[in-house]
């Protein structure tokens, strides 16, 4: 069996294809670094320049599914011509993949694809399924609804797809967690603002596993890439601190200052959303990781 997979060179996609080779699944992968491309056995780099609809075309041969994880940082400010880039390396990378297989009549049968839990409200409250109809009245919001509806264009080329939205990825060597960390290795980790807002998170083993287990079991829909419990950011810095055997001895950090830091990008630290996983689980899939401690002790120890 061969997947085809976007992103594949990036943090999660690098766990994406450990977890696919530990399975089995060779990869076909597509990148737009030249200097990336191995041809290795079961490891195989195919050129694309989406900004041109340049593609390989060679990379579907023999590929009966594809993960796409392909996506422009969001953790970079966001300037009006960044929110562009971070919307098109969604959008259109998607729409050429389809354009090629229409093009070239070839056969995909199954389509996995990101997505994100910005697309919920923020909300203290609310616990969000699957079946939420709301969409957050954020940029995430809407990149997240646009990136979603070019992906459904996948079932008119003939393949069943499923979109795994997303929530916080803690990893050891990048993503959020090291950001997280490192003031309070310093001495200087504090909560942001009141420290009750949600943080639905995931230790990126767990993540990269769902993405293959939706793949082999050809799960259709949409499904919350998140740990079973999510945890306040109050409760997630004083994990942290505890595990790094660090204070916590400053106020928490109002949100006006990091909007002026961070500009519109601030909300990432700041919007609630308390996430199910229990869609995903009723299909059989099994955490490694379903607390935050051990994760945290796994990933800073």
Known sequence: MTVLITGATGLIGQEIVKQCHKEGIDVHYLTTSKNKLTKEKNYKGFYWNPNTNEIDKNCFEGVSGIINMVGASISKRWTEDYKKIILESRTKTAQLLQDTIRAFNYKIDYVVSAS??????????????????????????????????????????????????????????????????????????????????????????DLAKIFVFAFQ???????????????????????AAKILKRPLILPNIPKFIMKLVLGEMHILLFESQRVSSQKIEDKGFDFTYPNLKPALENLLK
């Open 116 to 205: 994100a839990v910005g697309v919920y409200p923020t909300s203290l409250t609310n616990y969000y399924e699957e079946d939420n109809t709301q969409i957050s009245p954020t940029f995430l919001g809407d990149v997240v609804q646009a990136w979603e509806a070019v992906v459904d264009g996948f079932e008119e080329v003939g393949a069943r797809v499923a979109k795994i939205r997303i929530g916080l990825v803690l990893a050891e060597d990048g993503g959020a967690l090291p950001q997280i960390v490192k003031p309070i290795k310093y001495g200087v980790g504090a909560a942001f603002g009141s420290g009750k807002q949600w943080q639905s998170w995931i230790h990126i083993q």
């Open 217 to 239: 079991n050809k799960s259709e829909g949409v499904f919350n890439g998140v740990a079973p419990n999510p945890v306040s950011n109050e409760e997630l810095t004083k994990t």
